[in-house]
């Protein structure tokens, strides 16, 4: 193998069939793992976003993702409890997160209008600006993706548009 050949895989992506992948489905198993580090390498490893957002913000990624999330639907508000399952964090810790939020003018919190038990959250005018910001941050292709040729973008757009519309799981 070429040192290219390891530099495009990834360091993740095992050259070999991993023990336990014999078999009948190992080979396809085992291109699947590659596909997955390849992905997994080109976003989190050669790409990484999350550091450029949140230096060009000022905040914690954490913090961007969740205004990203309030500002999605801003017509509806997000309840705190909902928000805090949708981002896998206790409750008192995106109480935190919100507060910061909220302190920067970026989001607005007010109690439910019909469970007075229950806080609701949306996202200000600043918040929406702030979350688009983020979200071309994000968005913005990686120069090795633009430097594709036509065929070979098309090809990968019908792929990953199509693992994107399976479902997830759990």
């Excluded at 069939?17 to 580090?37: D, F, I, K, N, S």
């Excluded at 600043?126 to 990686?142: D, F, H, S």
């Amino acid at each position: 193998m070429t040192s290219a050949t390891t530099a495009r895989r990834g360091a993740d992506s095992p050259a070999e069939p991993l023990p336990g992948q014999g078999g009948e489905h190992g080979a396809e198993r085992t291109a699947a793992e590659r596909v997955w580090g390849n992905l997994r390498a080109l976003v989190l490893e050669h790409n990484e976003r999350r550091k450029e957002v949140a230096e060009a913000l000022g905040m914690s990624f954490f913090r961007i993702k969740a205004l990203r999330r309030i500002a999605k639907h801003p017509e509806q508000p997000y309840r705190m409890s909902e928000l805090a399952a949708e981002l896998a964090c206790d409750r008192p810790y995106l109480t935190l997160v919100v507060d910061d939020l909220e302190e920067r003018g970026l989001v607005r919190r007010t109690q439910h209008p019909e469970d007075r038990r229950a806080k609701i959250v949306s996202a200000t005018p600043a918040g929406l600006a702030t979350a688009a910001r983020a979200n071309a941050i994000l968005g913005t292709p990686p120069p090795a993706l633009l430097a594709l040729p036509p065929d070979d973008l098309a090809a990968l757009d019908r792929i990953t548009a199509g693992l994107a519309a399976v479902p997830r799981e759990g």
